[in-house]
């Protein structure tokens, strides 16, 4: 069952713009990690963020997380042509840990030059 | 380091038949799983590895196998190829620790007709 469901399904922006993505999930949760995803590639790792921190910084990226509402953001400020991929969510609940990251179903993000 | 490598890229099979998906890396990590993706999804988890010898069951588990006999493969068998199993499949690896970063295989592209 899909635990992480990000919002909205796809985005198209203009480069120099900023790209926000929420994603939602259902149980308690160790940390939610979000990942990039290129056309025809594998995920790479962007930024993790651990379920007794609020707000994470990583470059040009900026995470939040609400336990309380189980939702988290994800902000790519100054947006690029090359930021264009599906981003996803992935959650490891509390019981199963990271061997059983949850995946959600992503949102495509298009930058326009 | 190679980081996680899969083979092969492509694959054509049909229905009935058996293959093997071949996982390798190199970064000496305990802990590797396969997931699936289809059109539209995030990753389902199939299988997961934390250790050599040790594997546990994902969310999508039924017609295939996996065994790990070293720390650095972990290959996955489909027993008789259905229809159902088209999709990419990805391997990844996870560094010990608390980073709980996955490190994603270029995945593979199968199709079962």
């Known amino acids: 069952s899909q635990q992480g469901e990000e919002d909205p399904q796809a985005l198209s922006i203009q480069e120099g713009e900023n790209a926000t993505m929420n994603c939602s999930y259902k149980t308690s949760i160790n940390n939610l990690q979000w990942y990039r995803q290129n056309s025809g590639r594998g995920l790479v790792h962007l930024i993790l963020?651990?379920?007794?921190?609020r707000e994470k910084h990583s470059g040009r990226l900026r995470v939040t997380l609400d336990t309380s509402k189980k939702s988290s953001s994800l902000l790519i400020t100054a947006s690029r042509a090359a930021d264009t991929a599906s981003y996803f969510c992935?959650?490891?609940?509390?019981?199963?840990?990271?061997?059983?990251?949850?995946f959600g179903k992503g949102t495509k993000l298009t930058v326009n030059p | 380091n190679a980081g996680v490598t899969q083979t092969p890229k492509f694959q054509v099979l049909k229905t009935g038949q058996s293959m093997t998906l071949q996982c390798a890396q190199d970064m000496n990590h305990e802990y590797m799983s396969w997931y699936r993706q289809d059109p539209g999804m995030g990753l389902r988890l199939i299988h997961y590895?934390?250790?050599?010898?040790?594997?546990d069951q994902g969310e999508v588990p039924n017609g295939y196998n996996v065994s790990r006999s070293t720390t650095e493969d972990f290959p996955l068998r489909l027993l008789s190829a259905a229809p159902s199993q088209t999709s990419v499949y990805f391997c990844?690896?996870?560094?010990?620790?608390?980073?709980?970063?996955?490190?994603f295989g270029p995945g593979t592209r199968l199709t079962v007709l």
């Open positions: 963020i651990r379920s007794n921190e």
């Open positions: 990844a690896s996870r560094i010990q620790g608390s980073t709980d970063t996955q490190y």
């Open positions: 590895s934390v250790g050599a010898g040790i594997t």
């Open positions: 992935a959650t490891a609940p509390t019981q199963g840990g990271s061997e059983k990251l949850v």
